[in-house]
């Protein structure tokens, strides 16, 4: 019988002197609710009184049996006895509270603590709690009321930033960080090059480099990593290329990054180079190397290569082929205009497919004028978004079939989905610039349109037509041509035209792929202008210059 169960037959409430000692034992011996309950018998039959050491043991308890309304009782007890302040205890509760996801009651815990800690401790793990549950805003009110910021402070909402895809926040914070004195670690520089490579924004991340040089950061694989993937994402594959030859490479994510790079840029042949230089290096490959294999093929026009790689990941790694592998190999089959094999394969997957692999299939229905099979396809994607009703509506309007495609725009409008809205941007002087189709918003925007319609003029003198048949409403030919012309990537590049001197390099990022029309609109900008221009959409990169495409037509 246990010292706590002796207790309750006792007539008296008696002094015991060792309580902490017997929660303690039950903790150590794993049992975790008798520990509980040995604190309740002790409370109702002895006169001990619970000290910060009885609580924190208490807490622990329900830690590990994921108590959490044991942990409210005990949050009473604090409060009552006057023990809520102490350092010993109150992490111990955020802790629970936050595992719990009750962000209220451990938001409402803090602002208690604040009175009289200044502990960056406490705040870190608020932090931590909603960035954890994607509560950026509420992060971000947490951590401007916290009155001393540590370094894992500003790591957290640099990293929780980036995760929330607030890009230029998380580049903020970390000049702030920068400014504050504090010396960013390696983390720090991994979050911020990942928001640089996202964001496209190559000029700070050239600068988050230079700074990384100066404060000589030791560098390990996430890191050079993260190097590699901003100057690839950011159009400098060239400088990717260059840290990937000097850093050390015996981790899979550095040749995993370069593969991925050189694919993004169409460089189908240095990928087949480098991966094979991998394999004489014996870095075993997995299932995110053949990921990028598959998308170099896919944008390459490689299909018998893709056919080989896809075969090799069972044959000769034992590794099974995901929705992300059959999905590269459909796009890869269906951009070379073999859809029946594409359809075939998508039908025989061993796994479920996704949307992604359903909407590569329709694109190239699409791009090769395969209505029927168009309307087969676009019947298997679950809940359409706009960019399904715009492919099928442009197969509908390839095919002369107006009354369908119109009909598509009207249920599209009867179910009140919206377009996604393309957006193109530049960084220009330390600045991103962003404009929308027919944006008039920029304060240049007079000097823009002006710069856009004079390109506009000598592209055609040099043979551009514009393509109309993109444009799917009922209206006049001069319309679509004007619909056109407003493109944002159009728009970017005409800023970019007038900031920039002659022969300057043009860098243009948009969030959704680039269409036909501004294709070639580019191609033939670059020959006019003498200048190359790089266009990273959300597909791949395109380096227009002297009136040709890195992409060779082939995306």
């Known amino acids: 019988m246990s010292y706590a169960n002796c207790l309750k037959k006792h007539p008296y409430r008696i002094v015991f002197p060792y309580a902490n000692s017997i929660l303690r034992a039950s903790l150590e011996k794993g049992y975790p609710q008798k520990s509980l309950k040995d604190y309740s018998t002790l409370l109702h039959f002895t006169a001990f009184c619970p000290d910060y050491r009885t609580y924190a043991l208490l807490l622990r308890a329900c830690a590990r049996c994921s108590d959490l309304y044991a942990a409210m009782e005990i949050h009473c007890h604090l409060t009552k006895v006057g023990l809520l302040s102490n350092r010993h205890i109150t992490p111990s509760l955020l802790k629970l509270y936050i595992a719990h996801d009750r962000m209220l009651e451990a938001r409402e815990l803090f602002w208690s603590v604040l009175e009289w800690s200044t502990d960056p401790f406490h705040g870190n793990l608020m932090l931590m709690g909603f960035l954890k549950s994607g509560q950026i805003d509420k992060a971000y009110q947490i951590f401007k009321r916290m009155p001393v910021k540590d370094l894992v402070s500003w790591n957290s909402m640099i990293a929780g930033a980036v995760r929330s895809s607030h890009l230029k926040d998380a580049m903020n914070l970390f000049s702030r960080l920068v400014s504050s004195g504090l010396v960013p670690d390696g983390f720090s520089f991994s979050s911020v090059l990942s928001a640089c490579a996202r964001a496209g924004a190559r000029q700070y991340g050239v600068w988050v480099h230079q700074l990384m040089t100066e404060l000589v950061v030791e560098t390990n694989h996430i890191i050079s990593s993260a190097l590699v993937d901003m100057y690839a994402k950011c159009g400098r594959i060239d400088v990717a290329t260059e840290i990937f030859n000097t850093v050390k490479r015996n981790h899979i994510s550095v040749w995993n990054t370069m593969i991925s790079g050189l694919a993004a840029h169409g460089l189908g042949s240095d990928v087949v180079i480098l991966f094979r230089k991998m394999k004489s290096e014996e870095v075993v490959p997995d299932g995110v190397t053949f990921v990028a294999l598959l998308t170099a093929c896919s944008h390459c026009g490689m299909v018998e290569e893709a056919r080989q790689y896809f075969k090799s990941m069972t044959t000769e790694y034992s590794i099974t082929p995901e929705v992300e592998h059959y999905g590269a190999l459909v796009d890869a089959l269906s951009r070379a205009g073999l859809l029946d094999e594409a359809y075939n394969l998508v039908r025989s997957m061993n796994v479920k497919p996704d949307a992604v692999i ?14 029927k099979l168009g ?109 056109l012309t407003f493109h944002s990537e159009k728009l970017a590049v005409a800023y970019s035209v007038l900031k920039t001197g002659p022969g300057t390099e043009i860098m243009v990022s948009k969030n959704l792929q680039t269409c036909s029309d501004c294709h070639e609109w580019m191609k033939i900008i670059s020959k006019v202008l003498c200048r190359v221009i790089v266009m990273r959409d959300r597909i791949r990169f395109h380096r227009f210059e002297g009136g040709c495409c890195s992409c060779k037509d082939y995306w």
């Open 358 to 371: 359903w909407r590569a299939l329709l694109s190239a229905c699409r791009r090769y004028r395969q209505t």
């Open 375 to 483: 309307e087969v396809t676009v019947e298997h994607v679950a809940c359409y978004s706009s960019g399904d009703y715009t492919l099928l509506s442009n197969i509908y309007s390839s095919a002369n079939r107006w009354n369908d495609s119109e009909e598509l725009w009207k249920q599209r409008k009867q179910k009140k989905i919206r377009k996604s809205k393309g957006l193109s941007w530049v960084e220009l002087g330390g600045s991103t610039h962003e404009f929308k189709a027919g944006d008039r918003s920029h304060p240049d925007s007079k000097d823009i349109y002006q710069v856009l319609h004079g390109l506009s003029k000598r592209a055609k003198v040099e043979g551009y037509a514009p393509l109309t048949e993109l444009v799917t409403k009922d209206v006049s030919e001069e319309e679509r041509e004007e619909n």
